[in-house]
T-cell receptor, first 112, second 116 residues
């Protein structure tokens, strides 16, 4: 199966700072997703982004499928952005949307 | 509101006991999944099901069993054969279509299982 590597493993920011999280894949994927896990364990889907760029408020993501990596940008960070960010990859269609290989995550801490 | 409900939130198991974690969804999704998360780690797929009465093993199915008797329900049993069951368990669902609209995966709030 594919391997997913995320960097950095930990990130500490002051409120208002910007950050970039990276995800590398060992093989091509048809399905690439970013998630945020809050301190209580709830996992929320941020982006479905097998290629190209998407933006949602202060968050945006870019995937360069030919080079097997994806980036998550967080601008003007807030304390509520704290938590763990995961990227995950897999196939597309049917149950493949949910059969994902996850990276180890990036732990983000935003201080006021 | 639509969503995925997992219960119990916290569960303690004695060595040698089987325990069952409940997962119910009212999103009318066809596909359901169980993931395991260990501290400081990413999620790993245990089992998944695309339709009622059918399910498939994921990457770490040994020591676990599931059933899918109803579309809304996908309970996970952690058996005594699972040597290291202490973990956070997450249930999820997707529409399971071949359209891109089926790509959003929804997770429950998770269940913490501890062996005592």
């Amino acid at each position: 199966g594919i391997q997913v590597e995320q960097s950095p493993p930990d990130l500490i920011l002051q409120e208002g700072a910007n950050s970039t999280l990276r995800c590398n894949f060992s093989d091509s994927v048809n399905n690439l997703q970013w998630f945020h896990q809050n301190p209580w364990g709830q996992l929320i889907n941020l982006f479905y982004i097998p290629s190209g760029t998407k933006q949602n408020g202060r968050l945006s993501a870019t995937t360069v499928a030919t080079e097997r990596y994806s980036l998550l940008y967080i601008s003007s960070s807030q304390t509520t952005d704290s938590g763990v960010y995961f990227c995950a990859g897999g196939g597309a269609g049917g149950t493949s949307y949910g059969k994902l290989t996850f990276g180890q995550g990036t732990i983000l801490t935003v201080h006021p | 509101d639509g969503g995925i409900t997992q219960s119990p939130k916290y569960l303690f198991r004695k060595e040698g006991q089987n325990v069952t974690l409940s997962c119910e969804q009212n999103l009318n999704h066809d596909a359901m999944y169980w993931y395991r998360q260990d501290p400081g780690q990413g999620l790993r797929l245990i089992y998944y099901s695309q339709i009622v009465n059918d399910f498939q093993k994921g990457d770490i199915a040994e020591g676990y069993s599931v059933s899918r008797e109803k579309k809304e329900s996908f309970p996970l049993t952690v058996t005594s054969a699972q040597k290291n069951p202490t973990a956070f368990y997450l249930c999820a669902s997707t529409k399971a279509t071949y359209r891109a609209s089926g790509n959003t995966i929804y997770f429950g709030e998770g269940s913490w299982l501890t062996v005592v």
